[in-house]
């Protein structure tokens, strides 16, 4: 049983536009929600973080949305850029534990130049 | 700079001969977890050390050992792997205290081969 999921395998924008990534979960005692970017044969790279409490993080040019109530967060790129083309994993994980993570199975986006 | 290392990056081994795969990090985290990763799939949590605590997931296959011997260093063993244990294994590091919100700093990861 998926306890997080991203249901789109791929995505494509053109350069500039705005990247839109989602995830949804099932577990509500996730209360701490990340975003991982993935290069080819390197491991993921945290990106930004979002905990149950806020309903938006801003970092520059991306942005996590969280919607507790719809179990569903997103992550706003803008504008997107060539180099932003990579796999982005959405993760979540519970307070009581280590904080392991759950994963999503990923989102390829490619930013077309 | 402070970071997570794994080696090695590439392994091949054969159906059945064991086989260890190494993690270190810099960054003085009390937390070392070990997951694995198969071609477009999520990752999936083995086991994480919290301090010198070992925590075996539920569904970890009893093929798969764990070793840390100081803070620094965490070993991944696999005692007889199989053809469905090719994948890329990644170890990665937190620092957490308490109910602390932190993320896990992942090394490049060791993608291993079994014939």
């Known amino acids: 049983d998926q306890q997080v999921k991203q249901n789109s395998p791929s995505l494509s924008v053109q350069e500039g536009r705005i990247s839109i990534l989602n995830c949804d979960y099932t577990?509500?005692?996730?209360?701490?929600f990340l975003w991982y970017k993935k290069y080819p044969a390197e491991g993921p790279t945290f990106l930004i973080s979002?905990?149950?409490?806020?309903d938006k993080n801003e970092d520059g040019r991306f942005t996590v949305f969280l919607n507790k109530s719809a179990k569903h967060l997103s992550l706003h790129i803008v504008p997107s850029q060539p180099g932003d083309s990579a796999v982005y994993f959405c993760?979540?994980?519970?307070?009581?534990?280590?904080?392991?993570?759950?994963f999503g199975s990923g989102t390829q986006l490619t930013v077309l130049p | 700079d402070a970071m997570v290392i794994q080696n090695p990056r590439y392994q091949v081994t054969q159906f059945g001969k064991p086989v260890t795969l190494s993690c270190s990090q810099t960054?003085?985290?009390?937390?070392m977890y070990w997951y694995q990763q198969k071609s477009s799939q999520a990752p999936k949590l083995l086991f994480h050390?919290?301090?010198?605590?070992?925590?075996n997931e539920a569904d970890t296959p009893d093929n798969f050992q764990s070793r840390r011997p100081n803070t620094s260093f965490c070993f991944l063993d696999i005692r007889s792997p199989g053809l469905g244990d090719a994948a890329m294994y990644l170890c990665?590091?937190?620092?957490?205290?308490?109910?602390?919100?932190?993320?896990?700093?992942f090394g490049p990861g060791t993608r291993l081969t079994v014939l």
């Open positions: 050390y919290y301090d010198k605590d070992f925590n």
């Open positions: 960054l003085n985290h009390n937390v």
């Open positions: 990665a590091t937190s620092r957490v205290r308490g109910v602390s919100y932190n993320e896990q700093f």
């Open positions: 979002i905990s149950s409490i806020k």
């Open positions: 993760a979540a994980s519970a307070s009581g534990s280590a904080r392991q993570l759950t």
């Open positions: 577990n509500s005692m996730f209360d701490y």
